[in-house]
């Protein structure tokens, strides 16, 4: 069953607009950057992102989101807590993130 991946950062204020940017790149490229072990292929299913822009008022100081897409959940699993690609980007939002908030599901799951 395939896993919904949704990530959710809200930036330092402090942070300049191009490192902003870069992040931003750097967590989408993952989608190519992180190989399976074993097919040694790239196994994110999609991914996409962008600046937050909605009219509503209610994201808490989310500024930017994410969905990233995984075949199953043990390719969820080995990208949260094993790929080398995945954790190397984690490393360095290191001082940039105020927040940051992640949640997962299986479409129609309850």
């Given at each position: 069953?395939?896993?919904?991946?949704?990530?959710?950062?809200?930036?330092?204020?402090?942070v300049?607009?191009?490192?902003?940017?870069?992040?931003?790149?750097?967590?989408?490229?993952?989608?190519?950057?992180?190989?399976?072990?074993?097919?040694?292929?790239?196994?994110?299913?999609?991914?996409?992102?962008?600046?937050?822009?909605?009219?509503?008022?209610?994201?808490?100081?989310?500024?930017?989101?994410?969905v990233?897409?995984f075949?199953?959940?043990?390719?969820?699993d080995?990208?949260v807590?094993s790929?080398?690609?995945?954790?190397a980007?984690?490393?360095?939002?290191?001082?940039?993130?105020?927040?940051?908030?992640?949640?997962?599901?299986?479409?129609?799951?309850?």
């Open positions: 069953m395939s896993i919904t991946h949704i990530v959710l950062f809200q930036f330092k204020s402090d300049a607009a191009e490192v902003i940017e870069d992040a931003c790149g750097r967590m989408l490229v993952l989608k190519d950057n992180c190989v399976h072990p074993t097919s040694q292929k790239p196994y994110i299913k999609s991914a996409s992102g962008g600046k937050d822009n909605s009219p509503e008022g209610i994201q808490n100081g989310i500024t930017h989101a994410f990233v897409e075949t199953s959940a043990a390719d969820r080995y990208y807590h790929d080398p690609s995945h954790l980007f984690v490393k360095t939002l290191d001082g940039l993130l105020e927040k940051a908030q992640v949640i997962d599901f299986s479409g129609g799951v309850f």
